[in-house]
C-alpha cells in the first residue's frame, strides 16, 4: 500500500525535474562571431539578468581571451551589478549569427575575465537580442 501511495509523488517530482532541465537547456545557443577574418564558435546562455546595452546596443559578455581582439579598438562601457560597479572592453564584430535566430549587426561584444559557471557556457547572450527589432 506504502508503494502505491509513493510512487505518484515520485513519478511527479521526476517528470517536474525533467521539464526544468529542458527549460534550462532552452536558452542555450550556438554563435558564431565574426570578427576581420576570423570567426568565433561559441555556446551562450539566454539571461534574463542581461540587460546591457551601450547606444543602443545590446552586449553579449564573452569569457574569451582570443588573440583577435588585441588587434581590435575596445570602448569601456561602465556597468552595474550587486556586487558592484565597473567598466567592460567592448567590441564590435562585424557580425553574429546566433543559430535559430539568424545574424544580428548592430551588437557589442563584452569581454570578461570571470568563469561562466553555466555547463559548457563561454557566453551569456542579452535577452534584446531575441525581440526580433535587432535584425538590422
Not at 521526476?14 to 554563435?31: A, G, P, Q, V
Amino acid at each position: 500500500i506504502l508503494i502505491i501511495i509513493i510512487t505518484p509523488i515520485l513519478l511527479y517530482l521526476y517528470i517536474k525535474s525533467l521539464k526544468d532541465i529542458k527549460l534550462n537547456y532552452n536558452n542555450y545557443y550556438n554563435l558564431k562571431i565574426y570578427i576581420k577574418d576570423s570567426v568565433i564558435k561559441v555556446t551562450s546562455y539566454l539571461d534574463t539578468g542581461n540587460k546591457l546595452e551601450s547606444f543602443g546596443k545590446p552586449i553579449i559578455l564573452l569569457n574569451n581571451k582570443d588573440p583577435v581582439f588585441n588587434k581590435l579598438n575596445y570602448t569601456l562601457i561602465p556597468y552595474n551589478t550587486i556586487k558592484g560597479t565597473g567598466f567592460i572592453k567592448c567590441y564590435k564584430p562585424d557580425k553574429v549569427y546566433i543559430d535559430g535566430v539568424g545574424y544580428k549587426y548592430k551588437v557589442l561584444i563584452g569581454i570578461i575575465n570571470n568563469k561562466i559557471n553555466i555547463d559548457g557556457v563561454t557566453s551569456i547572450l542579452n535577452t534584446k537580442l531575441l525581440e526580433g527589432k535587432w535584425n538590422y
